[in-house]
């Protein structure tokens, strides 16, 4: 079976940074598109960041280019997301996801990832 799990999540005064994991089986990372999506409460959810199946390349949202960034470890069979400059903005429950995408345009399209953790929050607050 797919399962995905993240962790990590917590409490970061703006400016801070913050490390989610993001612990996966049941699938190759390496076929696969993995992403992070978040969702603030009343806001739809929105992608974050992925690194995607067809071409290895990471796409990324205009509000976290620059300061996030996702890596993969293979042996530990995990995905990070390294959080810098967090701004307040930034709040919401951070999800990881996994599909197999048969375009990079639909990267941000929560409906086409099929497998998805269980979510952990972000709170950036002074």
Known sequence: QVQLVESGGGLV?????LRLSCEVSG??????TVAWFRQAPGKEREGVLSMYNGDGR???GD????????SLDNAKNAVYLQMNNLKPEDTAVYYCAAGRLRSSYIWNLPGYYPHWGQGTQVTVSS
Request: overall charge neutral; glycine content about 14%; proline content about 5%.
């Open 13 to 17: 005064q703006p400016g801070g940074s």
């Open 27 to 32: 699938f190759d990372l390496s076929s696969y």
């Open 58 to 60: 990471i796409y990324y």
């Open 63 to 70: 509000s976290v280019q620059g300061r996030f960034s996702i």
